[in-house]
């Protein structure tokens, strides 16, 4: 039994969203209802996030990847498409290395396929309260992350991403040659100023995935506008990509 908390809508063939790191499944607010229009969207809080709790002392990708899992076999979902970003696409490659046959057709959304020193750089940005603080959104993830451990947990939730992402230590460490083994049709989506996700990855993805299409965001850096001004272009082509024959 699967112990993530998820929030669904919609009807059809399963759509499985997954955040980004230190966010939630409310990330996808603003594309749940218009994808909700063509797919059954399943859009859980990963491990250590929002209203999942912790299953170990370290976040781990593979052990997000394998609730996810078990989250699909409660749902009774054989396969699903899946959207994935940053941490959450992190999830998804997983899930297509490892568990191919639980994926459909993939998104790639804001990351690559390993982490280095340089595109860690961002990652500990990212995971530094006062950068939060400095766009005044620490309020907003005290809330979300409360059920963490209280008000504070939220600064933990952080510091749990920076952990899963460190390329000393993470699983989320592939190379080219597992990429050209990937199944799933896939869409590598990235900002074309994305610290963390530079365009030289994603071109080395986008021509090593055997089945892979690239949208390039312009001027874009890992904050995409994908929930706000981008919203309904964002959702509209990834229903574009997912419904498009072979």
Same mark, same amino acid.
């Given at each position: ?9 919609? /009807? ?24 909700? /229009? ?62 191919? /046959? ?59 991403v920076a952990q899963a992402m460190d390329p000393a ?73 997912? /419904?498009?024959?072979?």
């Amino acid at each position: 039994m699967s112990i993530l908390h998820y929030t669904e809508a919609g /009807q059809g063939e399963a759509l499985i969203l997954l955040h980004s790191g230190g966010m939630s499944g409310r990330e996808w607010d603003p594309q749940m209802a218009a994808l909700a /229009q063509r797919f059954r969207v399943v859009a859980p809080d990963q491990l250590g996030h929002g209203n999942s709790p912790m299953v170990a002392d370290r976040l781990a990708i593979g052990d997000i990847g394998r609730e996810v899992v078990k989250l699909m076999d409660r749902l009774d979902i054989a396969q699903a498409h899946f959207v994935g970003s940053s941490m959450g696409g992190a999830v998804a490659l997983w899930l297509a290395v490892n568990d191919p /046959q639980r994926l459909k057709k993939l998104v790639l959304f804001r990351v690559g396929y390993r982490k280095n020193s340089h595109t860690n750089d961002g990652i500990r940005t990212l995971s530094d309260p006062e950068y939060w603080r400095g766009l005044g959104l620490q309020g907003w993830l005290s809330n979300l992350h409360k059920p963490q451990g209280g008000p504070e947990a939220w600064k933990i939730v952080l510091g749990r991403v920076a952990q899963a992402m460190d390329p000393a230590t993470t699983d989320h460490a592939h190379d080219l040659s597992v990429l050209a083994k990937v199944q799933a049709s896939t869409l590598i989506a990235v900002g074309d100023r994305d610290p963390l996700v530079p365009l030289d990855h994603a071109m080395e993805m986008f021509r090593t995935i055997p089945d892979a299409s690239l949208w390039v965001l312009p001027n874009a850096s890992h904050v995409t506008a994908t929930n706000t001004w981008r919203a309904n272009c964002f959702s509209l082509e990834i229903t574009r990509f997912i /419904q498009r024959r072979a």
